[in-house]
């Protein structure tokens, strides 16, 4: 019985961990890819995974929860309310961002190529995106780095890695969140994480897939 218990348990935490190794490897073949080292990759990953615990309150605004409607035509009953609170996830929105700033400094990133290409995946991010009430703001996941990385290899085709990586990183950010940041009331939830899923996020997994297919 005892067994029969722990082969899942046990085999469901070796996939986890083989899962865990191959975003790990994706991840360093794409920081290599930009310059960075296995110590310095390794320390990225290890500072977005604990950062995927922190979440920053940036703006907190007052949203209506319940409608109160009674029979009673000559009695008002005010709506109830209750604060809305938007975060920001350190190791899904903070460190991509902040590394995207720091490989746009390198001297082997084209500073136009990368502005031009970041545009275009913006307005492809807000075009696609879609806010989905209960579930946050919902995105093909593969379309932009996929965009990033044709881009980059139009537009630099000496670097791409950093074109793609920034473009994918800066573009889906601005454009899939903080340009829908208006209509996050329709998602019906009083906390809204951007980059919430960590390492697993849409924001940082468009760069590391657009960085690794460049």
Not at 166 to 180: E, Q, W
Not at 187 to 204: C, K, T
Request: aromatic share 10%; glycine share 8%.
């Amino acid at each position: 019985m005892l067994r029969a218990i722990l082969i899942p348990i046990v085999l469901t935490a070796l996939l986890f961990l083989l899962f865990v190794l191959f975003i790990f490897n994706a991840i360093a073949i794409s920081f290599t890819k930009l310059g960075l080292s296995p110590p310095q990759t390794f320390l990225i990953f290890l500072a977005i995974i604990v950062g995927g615990f922190i979440n920053i309150p940036v703006s907190q605004r007052k949203v209506v929860v319940e409608e109160r409607r009674l029979p009673f035509p000559f009695f008002y009953y005010p709506p109830k309310m209750a604060n809305q609170v938007i975060f920001v996830n350190v190791g899904g929105a903070v460190i991509p961002t902040l590394l995207s700033f720091y490989f746009l400094l390198l001297p082997m990133t084209p500073l136009g190529p990368t502005v031009l290409a970041t545009l275009v995946i913006i307005a492809v991010s807000k075009l696609l995106a879609r806010v989905v009430p209960g579930v946050g703001i919902a995105m093909p996941a593969f379309i932009p780095p996929v965009i990033s990385a044709i881009l980059a290899f139009l537009l630099a085709p000496k670097d791409p890695a950093p074109v793609a990586y920034i473009s994918g990183v800066l573009g889906t950010l601005i454009g899939a969140d903080l340009l829908n940041l208006r209509r996050i009331r329709e998602l019906g939830s009083l906390a809204v994480s951007i980059g919430g899923a960590g390492v697993f996020d849409g924001i940082f997994l468009v760069g590391i897939i657009a960085a690794l297919l460049a």
